[in-house]
């Protein structure tokens, strides 16, 4: 962390600043225990929440405490956590005493990331308990929870995989001058073989899952595009039930590009509206609100196209998840989640009536991804993706039967991308910028 010392006691406020019933600061660290029993009436017991009496020169505090033993520890390492009223004065009285005895505070995720440190979470559970904090919905909760409980057992059992197969290899490499060729290549190489197909079709099956696990995780998507004046802004509106965009008679209102968020069937949806696609302006803004629009429409997951007749050119291939919508349909009677019934080629909607928002909301999340795993981030899908190509070269060097040192070169490679995936290979700019997701009390 920066160059700090890990063998330092820190602390910090685990609760959000501000009043509360009671509030939480942690201490962790070699002796804090025996630093806590300075300022405590009462002795510290392991694993046992008991009322105690912090003092300091005039100032008194009856508060809870519990001391942890390391190991068994969130840290893994001697921890205690206070538990005072949830007064800020009090609690920053607190933390300045510990601070003038030689405790620090902690840096963002800084507890969690000596739990990481001392084998007592994965990389992977780590970035899933980030995402637990962060969770919007219900569903993002769950998945949060799968992953950190580790429920996604395909990435361990490619792990383990690979590792018997590098066992494999190095016996034969070691015992090589024994054998016959015919021994290698027959016996160790099906069985090395059969084992690298299974990782390979593991990994096949997270990456393909990898879009869902994103969309889960960060929400599905959606850039709403179209002419000037044809309704987005008052569509935004409508889908999120807010009045998050300016709607005006005025041609151009919006400049920039607006987010807004809704949950439907228990999935966060992100909607961006945008500049209208006026490709007869002169207005130097304009034409940047337009290259906006467009940059949100290649980022998004779905584009929903909205116009009120008026014609342009989209081109629709360009996107994966293209829905056409008339808006300023007002006469148009609502069909709810059947929008099959509301035509093939496009959706007849009224924004500013709010008909056939259901059926939208509906056909957006009939779009989205069934499948998924316990990849949801880039850093997850970079590893899985690197192990992948490095178990195809390899397999494709074992088809040459011209010896093993190449196959296991790869197979090692392989094995340090997976390693990586759970945090046991990988670089400190990579771990620290997991950490720093984190609040200053995780």
Not at 52 to 78: C, H, I, Q, R, W
Not at 195 to 216: P, Q, R, T, Y
Not at 417 to 427: F, N, P, Q, V, W
Request: net charge negative; charged share 25%; aromatic share 8%.
């Amino acid at each position: 962390m920066n160059g700090l010392n890990k063998n330092d006691i820190i602390t910090a406020l685990a609760t959000p600043f501000g009043k509360s019933a009671v509030a939480i600061i942690r201490v962790s660290g070699s002796g804090c225990t025996r630093l806590l029993s300075e300022f405590l009436e009462k002795p510290l017991k392991v694993g046992q929440l008991c009322v105690n009496t912090f003092k300091s020169g005039s100032f008194t505090e009856n508060l809870m405490a519990v001391a942890y033993k390391a190991p068994k520890s969130y840290t893994g390492e001697d921890l205690v956590e206070l538990f005072p009223h949830g007064n800020p004065l009090i609690c920053d009285i607190i933390i300045k005493t510990l601070l003038k005895n030689g405790v620090r505070l902690a840096e963002r995720g800084e507890f969690t990331k000596r739990a990481f440190l001392n084998g007592k979470l994965d990389l992977m559970q780590c970035e899933a308990l980030a995402d637990i904090i962060d969770a919007q919905t219900a569903e993002q909760l769950d998945y949060g929870n799968k992953r950190y409980l580790g429920e996604f057992k395909a990435l361990a059992k490619v792990q383990q995989l690979l590792k018997d197969s590098l066992s494999s290899i190095e016996a034969v490499l070691h015992y090589s001058d024994e054998m016959e060729q015919n021994e290698i290549d027959g016996a160790e190489m099906n069985a090395i073989g059969a084992a690298v197909d299974s990782a390979a079709k593991l990994l096949e099956k997270e990456i393909a899952g990898f879009a869902g696990g994103k969309i889960i995780n960060d929400g599905f998507k959606v850039a709403l595009i179209g002419a000037p004046n044809v309704g987005k802004s008052t569509l935004l509106n409508a889908l999120t039930d807010s009045d998050r965009a300016i709607v005006t008679p005025i041609a151009g209102t919006t400049r920039d590009t607006i987010d807004g968020n809704y949950v439907y069937c228990g999935r966060k949806f992100t909607v961006t509206d945008t500049a209208g696609l006026n490709t007869d302006t002169a207005d130097y803004v304009e034409k940047i609100g337009i290259d906006r629009a467009y940059k949100a429409a290649k980022d998004a997951d779905a584009v929903v196209f909205v116009t009120d007749g008026s014609e342009i050119n989209i081109d629709k291939t360009e996107f994966e998840r293209f829905i056409t919508v008339k808006n300023k349909c007002d006469d148009q009677n609502d069909v709810g989640t059947e929008y099959g019934k509301a035509g093939k080629e496009y959706l007849r909607i009224s924004a500013k009536n709010k008909i056939n928002i259901t059926a939208l909301k509906q056909m957006l999340f009939d779009m989205c991804p069934k499948d998924f795993g316990s990849l949801c981030n880039h850093r997850q899908y970079e590893c899985v993706t690197r192990c992948l190509d490095s178990l195809n070269a390899a397999k494709r060097e074992a088809s040459k039967a011209e010896g093993l040192e190449i196959v296991a070169a790869l197979l090692y490679e392989a094995y340090s991308a997976i390693s990586e995936l759970y945090g046991e290979s990988a670089d400190e700019s990579i771990i620290s910028a997991v950490f720093e997701r984190f609040c200053v009390g995780k």
